[in-house]
Structures are given as structure tokens and as C-alpha cells.
């Protein structure tokens, strides 16, 4: 029989807590019938939940945790008041003594971050974390990284971010030699931020086994598909993956105001209904739900807060498919070779630049 | 009668140069025939194209010009062969003398914007230059700036771009306060950019008369029309202005695959055929072309190299509202208003922070 995957859950986080994280849970449970659930959350709000979902119950082990954190909380307070014994302080351990394999978070983004620093510590040779976005493109997926983690981003960090991406990349599309781009601006004049432009040439110069590089992409690269993975530092990462989403908003509400004006174009709408239901699908945020820390020692997914049942199940599939593909293997991998690789070239000195 | 308005046109600019300019021009005289146009180019091109649209030969004087700036030429190498004699710089230099009131150029941003820095020099107090975009929204249209000029800006540069975009607002959109935010990540561990919290403090303590101040907005909100001015250094600005083109282009593409995917589909096309072509008119890129150069001693509108004659007319049309609503004289007295401000504050040792 395959080895379960024990997926650790801070069944708390959220905008509805265990009131879509349990149902969450369930609709994963049905495709991969090999999770194994650890539960973390306020047994007065789980135990009856689990009553009504007895498949969720049979495949978890439940543990009680005394604290929730809650949505607004700073990242130094949720340190302070949810360390040791809060659901999501919990989630997170679990995956540092290895019980799980994966921690799945619907809490503040801001939190579950500062407490997975703490409580994972980032990789040998990895600086700064950063959380990965699955981006729905013309072509399929692209990775995109970091969103939010890290304000600005040394070159050398972000050729860790190009190896993190890279190897979650492999792990998600099954590609064996990723394509990844630097995001950069257009704009002649400046050719773009100095760390960016260092960073392409390193990339030039010594090129990772592991990816293809493919230089600097634009803003409109992104949703062209142009590369597997696109690097960029989070404050411009960030903006640029919620400009997306405010303008997917904005032309889905374009669209439902044109189809509803006439009474010819509701009638067209009829006709076309299952045309503008796999549009819908197509761009259901749910569907890619699912921010990913790398850099850590062990995986932590980021689900949407205000996200239902079924985008947190596809937080959980998300974080089961990282696991089975072996994301932490082939991140160490990734890691050890270009270091390795470094090493080689460096100058034999021992203050060489390791 | 009332005055004309004088618009020197780069008729060398763009992807199609004069074939697209002239036509524009055409276009953009029908709907405003108070238009006169200062015209430079190469004689060669221009007049055999002026005899086949007379309605703006009649309307415009005509500059020969021996350079013409190539679309993939590098600033410097612009500025060394372009300067003086170039279509380009004319078509700038004429705002500057005053014989134009506005400039309208497709060439290439980077050689149009050392070009106009060169001509035109920045205004006195404005460090560096911004290039304001119109961004269409749920809610209308807002202007945001820097979308490529300058990548990073500090806290003054970001309240000078304030200013400078709060003053277009007022000329293209007619509030008398229009509603400015700055934008910054939503990610709470990292509040954003010291600068970007620095301009907001800054913001908050002293408010500006002409603007009302919002506060952070984030990358979705820019498609929402959260406010009216979206402020942000043109690295961050730039690839949320790509990154929002891109996502319009991919959902584009999985509509038309949708509508042409089965045949009911297409039936529901044709019945809805106007509801299409109105959101596909709401999403036109050429209706909102042309990037404004603010914080120069007079105005260039940058046109996308690649457009058509109705984008090109777009630009104009800008260029004219600009114009029409006293854009310079706004900035100016906005300038001059919050430096007197900043004077009455300072310290009265001559030494103060002016």
C-alpha cells in the first residue's frame, strides 16, 4: 500500500475557521484518500464538526489548542500570545518534528509567516524566504515568487528565489528543466533595478542545471506564460499579483453588466451558458488557491481567508501534490548542486565568496 | 472665436511612423477643429501624405527634419544623433519656445524622455520626472503615476508625483479634490516601503489643498477605482501597468475560445454580438493611449509605438484636453501652493528644510 501523507492543519485560520476547513478537508479527502489529517484547532468548535464530517474524523487525529489567531493580529503579537500553543503555532510543528509533511494555514498572512520563520528557520544557504504564487496563464501555470515575503531582494537572493521556484516548478508541472525569467521593467531608459540586471548576469554566466533562464519578462509575460517561473523581489511581486486579480474582477463585472443590458444579449447568454461557465472556471480564483513558503525547513501553504470549502480543498490538494512530488527533496537537490557548483568555481582560498 | 490650440506632432514617432500619424491627426482635427498642428518630419514622407489628407495639411505648418529617431535607438545614442534636428526633439523643443502647447510623440519612451528632460528640464522643485497613464476602472478612470520614469522615488519625490498627478486629475476629470493613494503591499509583516510609509505620514500630517489623501491602496484596487490617484515609483508602477495589460489580453483570449468552442456557443455570440462589442470597446487599449510626461516644463504625451490611427487620435485627443483645462497652469499653482505652505511650516532661519 503507498505511504499516506500526513497534512497538518490549523483548522482555526480563517475568515470561517473550522467552518470551511473541516468541509475543506473533506472534498481532498474524496481525491486523495491517502491524507492522513493532523487537526489543530478549539475542540468546543471541531469535535461536533467532525460528527457531521465522519470521513475527515476516521482519516485525522485531533489535538486541542487553547488558541485561535485571530485575523488582525500583528505578526509580533501572534508570536507573542499563539508560540507553542496556538492551532497555527501547531501546524507548523508538526511538520518541524516531521509528524507532518506539510502545514495548510487559512490564517493572516502576516502571522503564519513570522511564525513559520520562527518555528522552521530558513534553509542553509537561503537568506530570505519567500511565498510562491500559482499564476493561471494563456499556456497553463506559471509559478510566480516571491508575492509578499520579503521587501527588495539582493541579487544572490534572488537567485535563490529562481532555485526555490525552479524546483516547485519540477515539482508542479512535471517539467524537467523549468524556464524561468527575471521581471524587470520595459521602459528603455532605465534598464530596470541594479539587483535584477546583477542577478540576469550571474544567471548568464553560470547557468543552474536545474532551470533554464530565459532573461528579464515584463508585467504582460506574466499572464502570456512566457516562462514556467518568474522571479522578482515582493513588494513589486505582490502588486503585480493583485493588479492581476483587481483586473479579473474588474472585466468579469465588464462582462455580467454587458450580457445583462439588452434582451438580446440575455438571450445570447443562454445559448452560450456553458461558454461562459467554463470561462468562469477558467478564471475562479478558488481553483489556484494557495500561497507556498519556500525557503524554510518544511512547506507551509498560505490558503485565502475569506476562501469557501472548496478553495481551501484546493489549498490541501495543492500542498498533497507538493509532498508527492517530493518539492523538499528537489529543493535540497537544487540547493546542494549550485552550492556545490560554487564551491568548485570558487578561488581555493578559504575566504572564498561560499 | 476661441484660441486654437497648438500641437506639435513627431511625425517620424512609432512603429508606422507618418502613416499612422497623419491619418490620427485627421481624426483627432474632426472632433476638435481648433486644432493647429506644428508638424515634423522628413518632406519626403510628410508631403505626399499631406496632399491626400488636406483637411490637416490645412491646419498645420510643416518642419522638415533630417533625423528621425529609431524606434530601437538607445537614449544616448538619441540624444547624440537626434539632438537639435531630429523630428523628436522639434516636436519638443516647440513646446518649449512656446510656438506648441503640448508635444505628442509615438518614438521610443526612452529617447522621448531623455529628450523632453534634456529640452524641457524638470520644474522648479520637482526632482524627477513621472509618466502618468490612464487607467480605465470599474468606476471610470484613474490617472497612475509613475508607471516607468524613475525607478524608486523617496518620500518627497512620492508627494511630488502626488502633486503632479493630482493637478492632471483635476484638468481630465474635473474634481476639484480628486482622492489620491499611495500604493504598497497588503502583506502585514512587511507594512510596505519605508519610503512609500514616510510619503503617507507626511501626507496625513500636512494634506495637501488640492488633494484629498486615502490612504494605502493596494494592487486590486487600481482596477476598482478606489481612488481617483494611484501614486506609486515607477519600477512597482511599470509592471502593475503591464501585468493589468496582460491579464486584460489573457481573458480576452479564453472569451474568444469559450464563444468559438461549440455551436451553441457561437449562436450565443451572435445574439450578444453588441453586448461584445461594447465590452470589447470598454477594453480597447487604444482608447486610453498616451502616457503623460509630467514635471517637465511643459507636457509630452507619449503615444504607444505600435497603434493605430484612432490611438493615435486618442493621444491627441488627450493632449488636448490637457491643454484645454489648463493642466500647467494647475501643476504650477499647486506647486506653488504647497511650497508656500512648506515655507510657512519651516523653521524662519533661512538654513530651513525648503
Known amino acids: 500500500?503507498?505511504?499516506?501523507?500526513?497534512?497538518?492543519?490549523?483548522?482555526?485560520?480563517?475568515?470561517?475557521?473550522?467552518?470551511?476547513?473541516?468541509?475543506?478537508?473533506e472534498i481532498a479527502l474524496v481525491r486523495h484518500p491517502d491524507i492522513r489529517f493532523l487537526l489543530y484547532g478549539n475542540e468546543k468548535v471541531v469535535l461536533p464538526l467532525l460528527e457531521k464530517y465522519p470521513r475527515v474524523r476516521d482519516a485525522s487525529t485531533f489535538h486541542h489548542c487553547d488558541v485561535s489567531v485571530a485575523m488582525d493580529a500583528k505578526p509580533s503579537q501572534a508570536l507573542r500570545q499563539g508560540r507553542w500553543r496556538s492551532s497555527m503555532w501547531r501546524a507548523i510543528e508538526a511538520v518541524k518534528t516531521g509528524d507532518s509533511a506539510v502545514a495548510v494555514s487559512a490564517g493572516n498572512t502576516g502571522a503564519l509567516m513570522a511564525m513559520s520563520k520562527f518555528c522552521l528557520r530558513t534553509m542553509a544557504n537561503i537568506e530570505r524566504p519567500a511565498i510562491a504564487a500559482i499564476w493561471p496563464t494563456a499556456r497553463g501555470e506559471s509559478v510566480v515568487l516571491d508575492v509578499g515575503a520579503t521587501i527588495g531582494a539582493d541579487a544572490q537572493q534572488l537567485i535563490d528565489f529562481a532555485i526555490l521556484g525552479g524546483a516547485m516548478a519540477r515539482a508542479l508541472f512535471g517539467v524537467e528543466k523549468p524556464s524561468i525569467g527575471l521581471l524587470n521593467i520595459g521602459v528603455e531608459e532605465v534598464k530596470g533595478l541594479e539587483e535584477v540586471r546583477t542577478a540576469g548576469r550571474l544567471l548568464r554566466?553560470?547557468?543552474?542545471?536545474?532551470?533554464?533562464?530565459?532573461?528579464?519578462?515584463?508585467?504582460?509575460?506574466?499572464?502570456?506564460?512566457?516562462v514556467d517561473v518568474v522571479v522578482t523581489e515582493g513588494f513589486a511581486g505582490n502588486i503585480a499579483l493583485k493588479t492581476a486579480e483587481g483586473t479579473a474582477k474588474q472585466i468579469g463585472g465588464y462582462l455580467r453588466s454587458a450580457m445583462s443590458r439588452t434582451f438580446m444579449s440575455k438571450i445570447g447568454y443562454i445559448f452560450a451558458k456553458s461558454a461562459f461557465d467554463r470561462l468562469r472556471e477558467k478564471m475562479d480564483p478558488r481553483k489556484v488557491n494557495g500561497g507556498v513558503f519556500l525557503g524554510l525547513n518544511g512547506i507551509v501553504i498560505k490558503s485565502h481567508g475569506g476562501t469557501d470549502a472548496e478553495g481551501y480543498a484546493a489549498a490541501i490538494d495543492l500542498a498533497y501534490d507538493m509532498v508527492r512530488n517530493g518539492l523538499t527533496d528537489k529543493i535540497a537537490q537544487d540547493l546542494v548542486h549550485y552550492h556545490r557548483g560554487r564551491f568548485a568555481d570558487a578561488a581555493p582560498t578559504p575566504e572564498g565568496d561560499l
Open 1 to 25: 500500500m503507498a505511504k499516506t501523507i500526513p497534512i497538518s492543519l490549523d483548522v482555526m485560520g480563517g475568515d470561517n475557521g473550522a467552518e470551511v476547513v473541516i468541509p475543506g478537508a
Open 205 to 226: 554566466e553560470t547557468p543552474l542545471r536545474s532551470l533554464s533562464y530565459a532573461g528579464f519578462v515584463e508585467g504582460n509575460d506574466i499572464g502570456q506564460g512566457t
